[in-house]
DNA sequence: TCAAAAACCGTACCAACGGTATGGTGAATC
DNA sequence: GATTCACCATACCGTTGGTACGGTTTTTGA
């Protein structure tokens, strides 16, 4: 009962792996047992079909940055009472660990099924919904409890929530593309950037509304 | 020498919504021949093999694109002689326009092949880093010239030209994911704030001669 | 220790898909 | 009026996801 789990566990490292660097169309099931030294019927014996390792390659992925971000937020609230601080600190220790993380495996996983929806069940589908509910909702809590603070007028919430996410998944595809994960960073530091201009009520107050607005 | 073009247009059309759709690796060409009423035969007259397909397809998306953003900048520029408001009301001119275009065919044809990599050639994938590398030198182009203008200090003007291909990338996966395309629109607009924001910031610091004219 | 369950292996097979090959045919074009 | 264009029909191939089923070894709980 310990070996399965074993080999279940290699299965996911390597199709995780795989799936990051080439998709999980052009990830076959043949190519994953020839690496992980078993045979097809091993294979099947772990999971019923290529939907179930999905399922649990989402599952996996999502627990993970769960974790991640529980991590890195958390450290924040510690190292500053001020919500902004902590989001700010948080923020940079984010930008650090998925520097860390996107330079060995660049990718997200959940991203990567959106684009292929089609070959995954209606349950894959629902589960990387779910992530993206949850992850912009805890977004929206720190800057819910940030605006109590520091009153920012003329700022969309929702749409700062999500832009983080939006940051992210578009740097990762960027930086897949460019060859750089690097890109990754930048843009989490850049969504930092624009979090603390967002607050800083005292530059608001210094350019009148006119000449912002002029272009509306 | 006319129908065969316009039998092309209509595979490449079929093509396009389907690979939005449900990605690149689901769409079959026996479903494709189907909806467009030719035979299997037909398909390869016209396209050697699937990757030429998705030249084709880049090709158009991107040739379509770079109109776009020619579209709504050009405008911009003939609206406002600053580069700022020039440059903002572009945004709010693409976000309009992504807006009307995600709503009838959600999703981005280079971002979709980023994910799927080893499924195309170094041809493919060199055409959308191609449009990338454009895309993003057009922006930061842009940028320097709102920052000859407006100095901002502490804002990295890459990462910042970088960040608005990010956010529409990042924000087409969340409308995908969660049915709905106004995300997109949203996301260029919160980028649109982050532009407002990084130049005004130095406003108080260095005053430019036009704000103090503006503000008399 | 021993039977049962877990964790596989081997082989054979199927349908769908991308793609090739070949030999046509009606219509447009030069 | 010959040639090229724009296809159609049929047959075939290799790969892949997946099924079926029976056999074997390893682990484990009683």
């Known amino acids: 009962m310990k070996k399965g789990v074993e080999t279940r566990q290699r299965i996911l490292d390597i199709a995780e792996a795989a799936v990051l660097a080439k998709g999980f169309a052009a990830t076959s099931i043949d190519e994953i047992i020839a690496e992980a030294g078993i045979t097809k019927s091993g294979f099947f014996y772990h999971f019923k079909d290529k939907n179930q390792l999905a399922r ?21 609230r510690e190292l500053a009472d001020d919500p902004l601080q902590a989001f700010l600190i948080g923020l940079k220790l984010l930008a650090e660990t998925l520097a860390d993380v996107q330079s060995k495996h660049p990718g997200c996983i ?8 089609r070959l995954f069940d209606r349950e894959v589908v629902e589960m990387t919904r779910q992530f993206t509910v949850g992850w912009t909702a805890r977004l929206r809590g720190y800057l819910v ?3 109590n603070v520091y009153p920012a007028t003329g700022v969309d919430l929702d749409a700062l929530a999500e832009s983080l996410g939006c940051m992210i998944d578009g740097a990762i595809i960027l930086g897949k593309m460019m060859g750089d994960p690097g890109r990754v960073e930048r843009q989490v530091l850049a969504y930092r950037n624009l979090v603390k201009l967002s607050f800083s009520s005292s530059v608001h107050a210094t350019v ?9």
Chains 1, 2 share one sequence.
């Open 56 to 76: 649990e390659m989402v599952l996996r992925f999502t627990d993970a940055n769960e974790r991640m971000f529980n991590e890195v937020f958390g450290r924040g």
């Open 110 to 117: 959940v991203a990567s099924i959106c684009y292929q929806e």
């Open 145 to 147: 409890e940030i605006a």
């Open 208 to 216: 009148p509304a006119s000449f912002l607005l002029a272009a509306e």
